[in-house]
DNA sequence: GCGCCATGTAAGCGGCGCATACTTTCGTGT
DNA sequence: ACACGAAAGTATGCGCCGCTTACATGGCGC
């Protein structure tokens, strides 16, 4: 049954097995004949279901920025009793703890693709979700009268770069310096520069 | 005489093919039989002078750091007569610049590389050195005892991480909701985000 | 002036992305 | 029940790639 000429669900197979070598050795080391082979299948196949190999790449993307998107609404139902400010900063720690979990998914999402929205419109909905996590945590704390007169706009992008941004240095091993202690997760560090950007955002807002 | 069994410099016109190439098509569409016949020369050549691929864009990557340090030098001593706290801002500004006017080296620089750090002492060397700038900006803010009760590496950490987050969502194109009027460069979001810093981080402490 | 060795060349291996032409199977309409 | 067309997988081949090995060239120190 497993010998049929038909896979059945060679598209996620595909998608599983690329997952899984971009874990390995990263995207350097994966190729489309490679995955073909790990789901047992010939070297062509692959492309009844995928276009070329950035067809594959940006279903994969699109499966990571639903995954995050997951992992933000996770954290945003789970810290339900807590102050908004408090939320957003969960937000943000959560981002880092995403790209940390699977760096490899974390570059190809970001990075490696042009425009990543115009490889296809699943792709660009799913940045959106993902997206809008931020901007209405920013929202919720506006609504509190914490932001003083810092534009909302600018609250969110600058939370949105500092995450974004410890999470991308992490991964390319800069931060070492910063940790303290045994911990080398990187979470600590996301959990440290969230909570100054915090202090110092809302005392500045009286 | 540019015909020449021997070529001379081979060595810097690879790399210089291969900075073009990197500018062209991105990573992905650079490759070293490609520089060598850019370069006029062999595809066998290039191993003469770069064990591998990767010992190449090594290379590039060192001398993309060595840029930036010297960028942001540049900054350091052009804001001579400005006060400590707008010499930082600036310098994070002139980071972004570098990111945006040379999108596909920073991406080579940060990311697309294990542990940078690892591959060679002089890459290394050139990291330390432009990873220098900002602690010592965030030293000189000190010194004038505009940080109140923030920690300085954690002060250090958070204007690293904005303008690094900043420069890496910028070129994905996740910033373009961000920009206003018709400025599309970039820079006025750099601009805007480092002013919000420095107002929070300033106004919190006193 | 001569020989050594760094520097370049030629040719070839296996792997890759992708296109084309062929084969097998599934599902559907009568 | 069954033919048949479309969907899904195979076989083969092209050109490019990274990299290796064996060989050719010529600049430089002795």
New binding site residues.
């Given amino acids: 049954m497993t010998e ?5 669900d ?1 598209r996620d197979a595909l998608l599983a097995a690329a997952t899984d070598m971009l874990a390995e050795t990263g995207p350097r080391g ?5 995955a073909a082979r790990r789901a047992g ?5 692959p ?3 995928f276009k ?3 067809a594959l790449l940006t279903a994969l993307a699109t499966r990571g920025f639903l995954a995050l998107d997951a992992a933000l609404r996770a954290v945003d139902t789970a810290a339900a009793d807590a102050t908004p400010l408090e939320r957003l900063r969960r937000l943000g720690v959560a981002y880092v703890e995403f790209a940390i979990a699977q760096p490899a998914l974390f570059r190809l999402m970001f990075g490696e693709f042009g425009p990543a929205t115009d490889a296809s419109e699943e792709l660009a909905q799913a940045v959106r979700a993902s997206g809008a996590h931020l901007p209405a945590a920013v929202e919720a704390v506006r609504r509190e009268g914490l932001l003083g007169d810092f534009e909302t706009e600018d609250v969110t992008l600058l939370a949105w770069s500092v995450v974004h941004g410890v999470a991308s240095l992490y991964l390319d091993g800069h931060l070492h310096a910063f940790e303290r202690d045994g911990e080398s997760s990187g979470v600590g560090v996301a959990e440290r520069v969230t909570r100054v950007l915090v202090a110092a955002v809302s005392s500045a807002a009286h």
């Fill in positions: 049929r000429y038909h896979h059945g060679l994966l190729s489309l004949r490679e299948v010939s070297t062509g196949a492309y009844r279901h070329d190999k950035d």
